[in-house]
């Protein structure tokens, strides 16, 4: 059993993480496809306003992702988690007291913004982490088991749980709201209680000076230009996803498809999204990490994006509209070899690069928001999908500079196979 604990999730202590990891994300993701459509409705808020109160947060969670590596680093992952988890009682305190019950727009973005501080801390914190932890030629299929695990917390069970909560047992908005606390409570609980130490982050926050060390999560830009341009493309990944939720649902109702046709499509987006999300990282250790990000990645959410959009616009049956999203899900996984990538663009900086790939992920929140926020009222929506797209063949581009040599490995299946046959 122990042998094929480590051929899957390395080593017991990441299994532990990546299942805590999980869990707190499933509270964090509870009013992920649901929040700005509420807040249009129930708090009479405009596309505009929901959109600026997502940009904010948006800031603050790339704020905090750019932080989380290198503070990693220099203090130890587990303290780093712990501040994410602090951050989200308190941002979740306010916001649940004071915003939600008010729908006032004052105490709305400043709480919510304390949330946006906090999980990147606690789940960015813990990739660092995987990417000590993991051999090389294991990396590619051990951040594909840490996005499997994120998205499977956020877009399954958090999305699950709320959509149970709200439409079978119709508990309100705010009181499922407060059922988060529960899930990241336990799941900081299995990630820190019971996984151990982080040693390599440890002993790598004595080698350099804080300071310094924090600097060179900047100035690694300049050192290792991949780095940068790596960045870039993990922020276009997903800023597309995020920007849906908050015109997609009103364009649904527009075009007279059913209210609740979003959630169901969304989460069948999610859901295809968290087991390819699995999937590319162990096809990445074989066909090779930047081809699988160029090509399925890049290349792939750029024509999808463009079909679910027309899709809608064309009256399609909800069926061909949910494949169609389900496709984008699954090339939406395909950025994962991307967390691969980075670390070995800068193998004596790996906090450093893992930084800078957090910071973009933090700013896809942003700039998917940012997007929708600047341009809905200009370029209507027709105008945001083609900048979406146009973005993502942006990042196809940038990726044919990132190569790396890749580390070479026996196929994750064979091991697996090996390591079932060890343990019976």
Known sequence: MSNLINKIFVSPKLMLGYFGVMIFMAGEGLELNWLPEYLQQSGHMTQAQTGLIYTIYGLMVAISSWFSGVLAEIYGVRRVMFIGLILFYVGSFFFLTFGMPTHNLYWIIPTYAIRGLAYPLFAYGFLVWVAYEAPAEKLGSAVG????????????????YSNVMLNYYHISHLHVLWTALIFVTIGAVVALALSGGDKNSENKKTEKASF????????????KPKVAMGGIVRMINTSAAYGFPVFIPALLIAEHYDKDVWLSVVTWLWMVNVIFNLLWGIIGDKLGWRNVVMWFGCVGCAITTFLFYYAIEAHASVLTITLIASVYGCFLAAFVPLSAIMPMLAPKDKGAAM???????GMSYFFGYFIVTLFIASVGNAGVIYIYTVLYLVAACLMVFVNVGQPKTDSVEHEVAVAVKEAL
């Open 212 to 223: 310094s060390y924090l600097l060179n999560g900047l100035t690694i830009l300049t050192k």
């Open 145 to 160: 088991i840490f996005w499997f695990m994120y998205s499977g917390g956020v877009a399954v069970i958090g999305t699950g």
């Open 355 to 361: 930084s800078i790939l957090n910071f973009g992920a």
